[in-house]
């Protein structure tokens, strides 16, 4: 009986995958205030707190959810151009579309101001933990104590702004485990500097995305003003003269979106039945809409093409995790980690035994209430946040209209007073609105809720007012009053009574929906959230008592350290190598000729005698990676620039809820392969020069 | 209150749409043994018996699903390009596709024949209305009412078979009203004699697929074949002179599909909320997984180009029809039809407003019931008879093996003896069989079924045996026996014991999925079907009993006869003209130039200058069609051909539930087009010779 145990144990430990259990090698999303332990040990590398700030200072968040990294001394801040690309698509116009054509600042007077770009360098943390926990301590009801907690986030979020005058945000880690205050320094005024055609950052298109090898120039640059001048940086990463060599150790520094590796068994079959097929559902309809909307004609084909490529990119990322998740080993292997978590914390005889258990029961009692108004809530907030720009800035304008006047405490979170410098950056955006696209957007999403809720169902009934969702969709567009921004601000400014007596149609929309998705919020907050919360917190307690604090927690959109080495994937004869070279962009172009996706841009093409074919173009890293690190820079031990992640492979999709280093790849741009392009095909000597390249 | 009732009366009638109501002009998918006494009151024409079956003998069925007409005494049938196009991408290879380059023979030797295509001629028809009904008096029970209705048709079918050697078919009338029994001659020797490239058929793709104007060559010739000889046709189309001309009346002889127009307005409710949306998840799914599996290579997309026209059809058909069900205004007129319809019995006091009134409720109540299931059963069905070619064989053999030791009347209905004939040239056909689309659309089928009935349900475990989705699908195609048409004879031929020995896992997953897809079958018979005949029986009584017998039935795949003139669309500035020209192909591709959907086929480039443009190539009219028309002759009073149609306008796919001439038209071939392009861009004057054209 002793042996079987043992052997079970050491079992059960090979199984291990963190956040459940300790992290295997190169596993990881870190806190920079907690780097792993395991570097020293694997690779003899103990980075210093004055490494750590460098690195975290120069760090970059995109506040559309990307990562990105300051690359020079006057602020350029390298990305992806698919990260860029939504600002890329907004710069351009009918007449001039830079996603086609591409842009070149060759002087700082060239550089294009962004209409409504955030980002954020990461300057303070403090553990505030006990804060928070104290807010809701001996409160019974998981509903009521999540609502105390939410206020004293929003306090501690309050009163630090008003000291620091940092944009503050409490980020809760470990599904509830920890509360950290994140105190950052925030940038309004960017500018493009640099950007590729399309057609060279995202060759091979959907067909390629997500796979190994690739041949991308996924980069571009912007730059930070403050103050009307390039911003003077403390901290910027240095340009690696050699780039990387294969097994060299690398560091990924950028903000993973979200990762589920802490959710229980119960709670990942509820993505797997419930979320995932839901999301996949209104993502294929949206993609064959979309695009659809897009073959009538050339400039509905521009006008969509941003919308196109987040769907495509979504559903191809879904898709490859749900196939993940549908593949019953691994969901094996989830359920084992916790069965034999349970088992050491009883072997172990340690108080925090009990509590899991109970903990994995309240979270798997939470997701089947989740189940019953999951897709409602759903369709339903999907088309009022997502559904439409113009819907979704009626749905804000009628929100700020009702929780302004409530103390910040008690306001939804995302309208409490910390946020609200960003919201209303993101609201006042010049950015163009196309009445097509928003007509299109709107009847597919009236109609989807006809589908969902069902023709004759009062709300739908309601949103519709008689017409059929098309007619409708033009009546509201059409008669929308706020399409300029300034309208929009004074609606905001003329408050609760401005927005209740406006005849706008599409605010008037926004107000009939706005109830019905509060109630399914409060529900969501107290049937689920609540006992999530408190579940995932006993659940933090007993892998902290049964690993120790050094782990990691799941990904939260925050900055974190990722590692790992520059390596192959597979072996014998199906083997891919590390590294990509320039020359295997036009061997993969002459291949597929002929299909859009492979198509290259003129100057590359023109170009072509003078490239040195020779150079690395793309390469794979074991790091820990996910969504919302793109732009992320790969770095060396010096906190050189060796790279910029940009993609992860087919077989890392599944890293939202498991890592496994035999399959998972960070796919990046190398330095070496940017040089080459900026020098032979752009001739961008001025920005090669900044970089401190020859 | 009299002169309310009356005006109340008057405004009805102008909502009366058959088969609620009287037909209005031009509405209606006639049964040739009840032609519409309209086309006398309204044209002066009235069909005599010879006309009437001379055009019901030219008139073909391709039991793939569509229509077609034989036009010369040597057996040339003319049908649409994308109906034949299932026989023409089986004729192709990877070297030769004939999609891509067209065919033309220009000898009966050079004809190329059809591996599994049949093709049927309506040859007898009788009421057998009263023997039906008779075998399911006096029993109260639904379920079993209908079992007996069943068990008497197979054996009325198998009577007709043993007695007249024609294929036999019971064909159920206005849901239950009637039932006839067709008999048709069958041909199973068929040969492929042109086929213009895809590009010229179906140019403007899925852009253009249900819009007018248009500028396709939807058309493609084949020839029947009888003893190894051309068929020597009594009874053929010839071909007009002169083309039709604008207001003129025509006629189109075809087999509508489906229609749903007696549905009662809780019916189209279950159509609008469970059914459509049902299917089109299922569609845009499909279409986006097709797409990704075609883009990974040029093989990929040449085998999937089928599934893939079939899929984007489908969607662009059911999307315009939901459409249309998600306008108010529609569902307004469905309800307000049927309760006119209660109110004028009432008010003539007939005592089938009774039964009206009950049936509506019955069958309200049958469509709650299917709610419960629908969705489950749909899912499974698809994937077991349209989900891979492999595993639809497997079913059939599972099934065959478990159906032929019973007594005919008491299988499936689609094994009945009657119905086996056509069931083993498809089992049997030698059609290329592409692994890696046979894994795709398994495994595809497999994570559909685990996205709607969970990871963890029994039968998906079941049938994933312990791997994904993919894996699993890999190991059913690699391991399938029976690809080769012999293999299957063999295991049908074996009868239950080699069935059931049988250690293939395609076979093995069909033997699984079999008894779940019964159990909801038999669950669908007797708490919908069964109900819903009943209750349409009575609804039918009730609508002789007020309108009299000249109305038409809903569409049943069964020929039928539809007329009205050919009609521009619109006034003003909106008017779309009747006629398209050749020279307007022309215009349309520089229009969308360097667009895929829109180029046109080498051989239209070449031959430009010897094209008369003026010639008219696409027009539109009146008459009322649906999905399966499609195929079909239009003729002229003296019965000669004037064109093909191919298409409806986007306003004609609520055809399903409603006809409004205003807005609907069915899109055809001009036979003058026709010849022009023979004569100008194929050249084929033995083609030409044949259809008596100089």
């Known amino acids: 009986m002793r042996t079987r145990t043992a052997s079970f144990l050491i079992a059960a430990a090979a199984y291990f995958a963190c956040p459940a259990g300790p992290a295997l090698a190169d596993e990881g999303m870190w806190l920079l205030t907690n780097p792993p332990a395991a570097l020293e040990k694997d690779y003899g590398f103990k980075p210093d707190a004055a490494w750590l700030e460098r690195m975290q200072k120069a760090a970059v968040r995109f506040e559309t959810g990307g990562s990105g990294s300051i690359v020079s001394r006057d602020g350029l801040v390298m990305t992806n151009h698919h990260v860029g690309s939504d600002m890329i698509a907004k710069l351009s116009t009918k007449e001039r ?116 090898p690739r041949y991308n120039l996924d980069a571009c640059f912007f730059r930070i003003y403050e103050n009307g001048e390039p911003l003077k940086a403390q901290n910027f990463l240095e340009w690696s003269p050699a780039g990387a060599a294969e ?66 990119n ?49 979270i798997g009692e939470a997701q089947s209430y989740h189940a019953e108004f999951y897709v409602q809530r759903f369709v339903l907030d999907r088309f009022l946040e997502r559904g439409s720009g113009l819907l979704a800035r ?71 007012m008689g017409e059929s969702p098309r007619a409708r969709a033009e009546q509201l567009v059409k008669g929308c009053t706020f399409k300029d921004p300034a309208a929009r601000r004074a609606l905001v400014e003329g408050g609760t009574q401005a927005v209740a007596e406006s005849e706008d149609p599409m605010l008037g929309l926004a107000r009939l929906l706005d109830p019905i998705s509060r109630a399914l919020r409060q529900r969501f907050e107290n049937e689920v959230d609540g006992p999530e919360k408190r579940g995932y917190e006993k659940l933090a307690r007993a892998r902290f008592a049964l690993l120790g604090d050094n782990v990691y927690p799941d990904a939260t959109f925050t900055l974190r350290l ?44 023109e170009k072509r005698e003078k490239i040195d074919l020779s150079v690395p173009y793309n390469f794979i890293c074991t790091a820990d990676i996910i969504g919302g ?38 796919v990046s741009v190398d330095s070496r392969g940017i040089v080459e392009a900026l020098r032979s095909v752009y001739e961008a000597k001025e920005l090669l020069a900044e970089l401190g390249v020859r």
Request: negative net charge.
């Open 97 to 212: 579309d830079l996603m086609e054509v591409g842009f070149l600042a060759r002087t700082r007077a060239e550089e294009l101001p962004c209409p409504d770009l955030e980002v954020r360098v990461l300057w303070e943390i403090e553990d505030v933990t006990a804060r928070v926990k104290e807010a809701a301590a001996g409160i019974e009801d998981a509903a009521e104590a999540g609502a105390a907690r939410r206020r004293a986030i929003a306090q501690i979020e309050q009163e630090s702004v008003e000291k620091s005058g940092l944009t503050s945000e409490v980020v809760t880690l470990f599904q509830g485990g920890q509360y950290h205050l994140y105190r950052s320094k925030s940038f309004t005024d960017v500018r493009l500097v640099f950007a590729p055609e399309e057609a060279a950052a995202f060759f091979g298109g959907d067909t390629d995305n997500f796979e190994y």
């Open 562 to 605: 990722s590692y790992g080495t520059v390596k192959a994937l597979g072996e014998g004869e199906g083997r891919v190598p590390a590294f990509t070279t320039l020359a295997g962009k036009f061997e993969r172009a002459a291949e597929r000729e002929g299909e859009k996706e492979f198509r290259l841009p003129p100057s590359w093409v």
């Open 247 to 312: 097994d060299e150790l690398v560091f990924v520094f950028g903000h993973p979106g979200r990762t589920r590796r802490m959710y229980t068994h119960a709670h990942t079959a509820f993505l797997r039945d419930w979320m995932l097929p839901t999301i996949l559902q209104h993502l294929w309809r949206a993609e064959v809409k979309l695009q659809t909307f897009a073959g009538r004609s050339a400039e509905n084909a521009r006008v969509a093409r941003e919308d196109m490529l987040s769907i495509a």
């Open 394 to 464: 009626a749905l804000r304008i009628v929100r700020l209209a009702e929780e302004l006047p409530k103390p910040s405490g008690e306001r939804l979170a995302e309208y409490g007073e910390s946020r609200l410098p960003a919201l209303y950056l993101d609201l006042y955006s010049p950015e163009p609105i196309y009445d097509a696209l928003e007509i299109e957007r709107i009847a597919s999403g009236l109609s989807q809720m006809a589908e969902y809720f069902g023709g004759d169902d009062e709300t739908v009934q309601a949103a519709l």
């Open 629 to 666: 690190n793109s732009g992320s820079p790969v770095v060396n031990r010096a906190g050189q620039v060796v790279g910029l992640v940009f993609d992860g492979n087919i077989d890392s999709l599944v890293g939202d809820v498991i890592y496994d280093i035999r399959t998972n790849r960070a």
């Open 314 to 362: 979504g559903r191809k990322a879904f898709t490859g995790l749900l196939a993940g998740l549908h593949d019953p080993a691994l969901m094996d292997r989830k359920l084992r980690e916790e069965l034999d978590m349970g088992r050491l914390l009883m072997e172990k005889r340690l108080p925090e035994a009990d509590e899991m258990m109970r903990a994995v029961s309240e």
